[in-house]
Nanobody, 121 residues
Framework: QVQLVESGGGLVQSGGALRLSCAAS????????MGWYRQAPGKYREMVAT???????NYADSVKGRFTISRDNAKNTVDLQMNSLKPEDTAVYYC???????????????WGQGTQVTVSS
């Protein structure tokens, strides 16, 4: 079994900062890409930031220059540092991790339970 546990969401004023963390645990043979997605009320889930196992990053245009994704391969964790937060960043944030559970299995996506980020104006 694999679990993704997220932490770090909350309420912050516009211009403030938050740091989200996600830790993967359980039966894990290898980890591929890791990333963060978000879903605001009435909207589709969208990619926020991703990082490959080799360290290549990709950011949504709306967060470039404000958010930074990082990962610790030894601990199977991925963080999202969010600075200069705006009310439009308000959403439920989900971590996503590609995990290969056994040497004989294929990687597949796992999702965290989601953490609420609310930015007040």
């Amino acid at each position: 079994q694999v679990q993704l546990v997220e932490s770090g969401g909350g309420l912050v004023q516009s211009g403030g900062a938050l740091r989200l963390s996600c830790a993967a645990s359980g039966t894990i043979f290898s980890v591929g890409g890791m990333g963060w997605y978000r879903q605001a009320p009435g909207k589709y889930r969208e990619m926020v930031a991703t990082m490959t196992s080799g360290g290549t990053t990709n950011y949504a245009d709306s967060v470039k220059g404000r958010f930074t994704i990082s990962r610790d391969n030894a601990k199977n964790t991925v963080d999202l540092q969010m600075n200069s937060l705006k009310p439009e960043d308000t959403a439920v944030y989900y971590c996503n991790v590609e995990i290969q559970r056994y040497a004989s299995s294929r990687r597949r996506d796992f999702w965290g339970q989601g953490t609420q980020v609310t930015v007040s104006s």
